[in-house]
Every structure is written in structure tokens, then in C-alpha cells.
């Protein structure tokens, strides 16, 4: 719900950068809204890390957006 909500505030060409990406709820709720909008929404980007990485903690999406 919260990618759909931001759709009225992003720009015609967009980032959307997901933080903890590892957690499968935020990584279902991404895949869903991507199936979703799929003529407009592209993974460009997906980081999971293990557990105990420091660097990217719980994982990184990047998705592309073209209105």
C-alpha cells in the first residue's frame, strides 16, 4: 500500500530505493506492487544480505518508475 500511495508524488522517471529488503513482508509487498505495475515499475536492484552483514543490514531494492 505504501508504494501505491507514493505514486501521485513521484516525478514521470523515478528511483524508489527499498530498505530492508530481506524482511518477507517488505520483499512480498515489493514483488506484488511490481506485478502490479508492471509497465511501469522495473527491479533494477536487489541486495539481500545475510544476517549478520553490517553493510547493508537487511537488504537493498532498487526500482525504476516510468509513468
Known amino acids: 500500500r505504501g508504494l501505491e500511495l507514493s505514486i501521485p508524488i513521484l516525478s514521470d522517471s523515478a528511483i524508489i530505493v527499498m530498505d530492508d529488503y530481506n524482511w518477507d513482508g517488505v520483499k512480498n509487498a515489493t514483488l506484488d ?5 508492471k509497465d511501469n515499475a522495473t527491479l533494477l536492484f536487489d541486495l ?9 543490514w537487511n537488504g537493498l531494492a532498487v526500482i525504476g518508475w516510468k509513468s
Do not use: E, G, V
Not at 506492487?33 to 505495475?37: G, T
Not at 539481500?48 to 547493508?56: E, G, I, L, S
Open 33 to 37: 506492487w511490481l506485478r502490479l505495475r
Open 48 to 56: 539481500q544480505t545475510p544476517k549478520d552483514n553490517r553493510a547493508w
